[in-house]
């Protein structure tokens, strides 16, 4: 790396004003300010996510789509701005491709139940790799099992990467219909080469679907550059909240599947012969939608946006990189997966300490890691472990915590040996 | 730091270093296994009845963290020569040591005075609610293997 490559030196990354966002970051636990090292599992909120939505509570809300009072209308044009804003983000042509899930989980099963059903049978294949969440295998399964398709999966070799050999091997044959990966790994921190993945699938005539769930917060997505057939992500992982999430998928896909879910909302008219359904993506969305939520997840968008995905990529890229290195030199400690391409997640286990001992231990001194097999059972048999602890980073994080769980770890080398 | 040291006392550390009975029945009359899906721990439990009501050998095997092994080893060697009703009072007892704020060993029952100290060495997970599952995993997988049924969680 040449030096003036390197990133140390960004004057614009203000990571204590940025803090300064997060009520929640001022708090300590057991006495100890709060370390928290559990982005991966779900970020923390900043004021302006908060706000959002305390001001669509205080002042605008109503149902949407429904009303011809004032509400109605300014709630639904803030619920529909935030649509748009989503489409934006992840470089949608139009935000009529946007459905609003409750998360990822819940789009994943919307796609395998919806285009699922329509499109797969028997001896049909859909392609995952070794690296999924449960939620993008489970539902999957139940595809499997619902249709006597097959169900294939990319090994990956010891370094966490996916092999594309392999991979060109589970298409060859044209059986594949769809394949359906995560962009980044959350157990591991494996950044996928999507957009050579699903070139790859679509010489082959099947179509590629994505799990963003730890990438959308971290690194800019452009879902036309990627060309990829479908993608989504869950909102709290992006600082917003809870219960809303998004599904992206190309029109023409979306407009040619069935329903997911009935109900009101989502049709056009129904008599008890027949309904006919809205277009998309309003055709995906049966019921009274997650209105405040999405409001948040617009706010939290926006203020990603401001900090500017580029230098949030870069600055987390360091802490990340420093906490691999820092964590590689404590005795006994081996960090899990060695992808050239890797994201803000770091899993270790330690020699001497079980992850889960390990996660109770730091947690007294105020550092927050996850400890277990983070849903992702195959990639902890894969790499022979039964869980890991896993330090994953957010726009947040400075490298004095990376500091700060090292010091943790010395305790729990002190109970454990060394 | 003190509650710490409290949950891994020496005693923990060296039966989660060096479980004893950790092995597997062959011959065993009633196996279980244990799964823990908050950490994906598991344990399988195995015991073989004396013939005259007892059991007369419970041995375990498994992944998982200190306080899971720590615990199973414990257990065995607890429950080796005991009658199954005895078994299950044991296990209650246990259960209220790891959950019980209000538990008071004075009020512990004269037939277990003697397992105390080895149950009340437990007794540091109740200041660590997300780990008490950990400490009662064996035992609920060894109910399973008594009750003939092939699998428990802690869910
Ligand atoms: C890669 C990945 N996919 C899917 C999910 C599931 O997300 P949610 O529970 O928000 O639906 C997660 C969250 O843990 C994840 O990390």
């Known amino acids: 790396m040449s030096p003036d490559s390197t990133p140390t030196l960004r004057p614009n990354y203000d990571v204590l004003a940025i803090r300064e966002d997060f009520p929640i970051l001022a708090r300590e636990v057991f006495g100890k300010p709060l370390v928290y090292l559990d982005t991966g599992a779900s970020a923390q909120k900043p004021r302006q996510v908060i706000r959002a939505m305390t001001q ?36 949608a042509r139009e935000a009529d491709e946007v459905v609003w899930t ?86 591991i921190g494996t950044v996928l080469p999507i957009a050579e ?95 405040v939520e999405a409001v948040g997840l617009g706010a939290a968008l926006d203020y990603i946006e ?83 602890a896993r330090a994953s980073f957010g726009l947040y994080n400075m490298k004095s915590e990376v500091d700060r769980l090292v010091e943790a770890l010395d305790e729990v080398a002190e109970i454990f040996g060394r | 730091m003190n509650e710490l040291r409290e949950l891994y006392q020496e005693v923990i550390l060296d039966h989660g270093r060096n479980p004893r009975n950790f092995r597997r029945i062959e011959d065993a009359d009633g ?41 199973a080893s414990i257990m065995t060697e607890l429950l080796k020569g005991r009658g199954e009703a005895e078994a299950r009072r044991l296990f209650d007892l246990f259960h209220a040591v790891c959950t019980d704020e209000a538990f008071d060993p004075l009020d512990v029952p004269e037939e277990f005075e003697e397992e105390l100290d080895r149950l009340l060495v437990m007794a540091g997970v109740r200041q660590f609610p997300m780990r008490v599952k950990c400490a009662t995993l064996p035992w609920h997988t060894f109910a399973a293997a008594l009750d003939g049924k092939a699998t428990a969680t802690t869910e």
């Open chain 1, 56 to 91: 669509v509570m205080e002042e605008t809300y109503s149902n949407v789509h429904r009303g011809v009072h004032f509400l109605s209308q300014a709630c639904t044009d803030q619920f529909e701005a935030a649509r748009e804003t989503v489409a934006r983000f992840i470089g």
């Open chain 1, 102 to 187: 409750r998360g990822a989980t819940e789009a994943i099963n919307l796609v395998a139940a919806a285009w699922g059903r329509a499109n797969v049978g028997p001896g049909d294949r859909i392609v995952i790799s070794t690296l999924e969440h449960h939620s993008n295998i489970v539902p999957w399964q139940l595809l499997r099992d619902g249709t006597g398709a097959e169900l294939a999966v990319i090994p990956v070799d010891d370094a966490g990467e996916v092999d594309l050999d392999a991979y060109a091997a589970l298409l060859a044959d044209g059986r594949a219909k769809l394949v359906s990966v995560t962009h980044v790994s959350n157990s």
């Open chain 1, 197 to 291: 993945m699903a070139r790859m699938a679509h010489e082959k005539g099947a179509l590629f679907m994505v799990d963003g769930c730890q990438a959308a917060p971290h690194m800019a997505v452009d879902v036309q550059a990627l060309d990829v057939d479908f993608y989504c992500f869950s909102g709290h992982k992006t600082y917003g909240p809870t219960g809303i999430g998004a599904l992206w998928g190309r029109k023409e896909l979306l407009d040619a599947m069935p329903p997911y879910q009935g109900g009101g909302e989502m049709i056009a008219h129904v008599t008890f012969e027949k309904s006919t359904f809205k277009a998309a993506p309003h055709k995906f969305e049966a019921g009274t939608p997650a209105i």
């Open chain 1, 306 to 388: 401001a900090i500017g995905r580029d230098a949030i990529l870069a600055h987390e890229t360091e802490v990340a990189e420093y906490a691999r290195e820092r964590l590689a030199a404590v005795p006994g400690v081996s960090v899990i997966g060695h992808a050239r391409e890797r994201g803000a997640i770091v899993s270790f286990t330690m020699d001497q300490a079980h992850p889960h001992d390990i996660g109770t231990i730091v947690d007294r001194a105020g550092v927050a890691v996850r400890a277990g097999h983070h849903c992702a059972f195959p990639v902890m048999e894969r790499f022979d472990v039964g869980a890991t």
């Open chain 2, 31 to 71: 196996e279980a296994r244990g799964d823990n899906p908050l950490c994906g721990d598991r344990v399988h439990v195995y015991v073989k009845l004396d013939g005259a009501g007892g059991l007369g050998d419970v041995a375990f095997q498994g992944r998982g963290c200190a306080i899971t092994t720590a615990s």
